[in-house]
């Protein structure tokens, strides 16, 4: 079983920054991909950014040159470095994990508010 735990969410000013965080922490063999979802009041949920093992990056268009997604393999840990956030951004934000325990398994953060005011 994989435990993750995310930090960072809150209220920014638009224009400004945020750094979310993900700790993944269990019975982890080795971790595939790491990214981030959100998912906005009556939308569905979208991926953000993802990180694979090689350290191949993506990112949804509307975020790119603004976001940046990074991760600490020795720490199990995924970073979401925010800049230049619009009010568009306001989401909760989801950690997303795909781990081989056992088997192998996606797992989902808690999720954390993100808020930009305009």
Do not use: H
Not at 39 to 56: D, F, K, M, N, W
Not at 79 to 97: F, G
């Amino acid at each position: 079983q994989v435990q993750l735990v995310e930090s960072g969410g809150g209220l920014v000013q638009a224009g400004g920054s945020l750094r979310l965080s993900c700790a993944a922490s269990g019975s982890i063999v080795s971790i595939n991909a790491m990214g981030w979802y959100r998912q906005a009041p009556g939308r569905q949920r979208e991926l953000v950014a993802i990180i694979i093992s090689g350290g191949t990056t993506s990112y949804l268009d509307s975020v790119k040159g603004r976001f940046t997604i990074s991760r600490d393999n020795a720490k199990n840990t995924v970073y979401l470095q925010m800049n230049s956030v619009k009010a568009e951004d306001t989401a909760v934000y989801y950690c997303n994990v795909q781990a081989r325990t056992s088997y192998i398994g996606s797992y989902w953060g808690q999720g954390t508010q993100v808020t930009v005011s305009s």
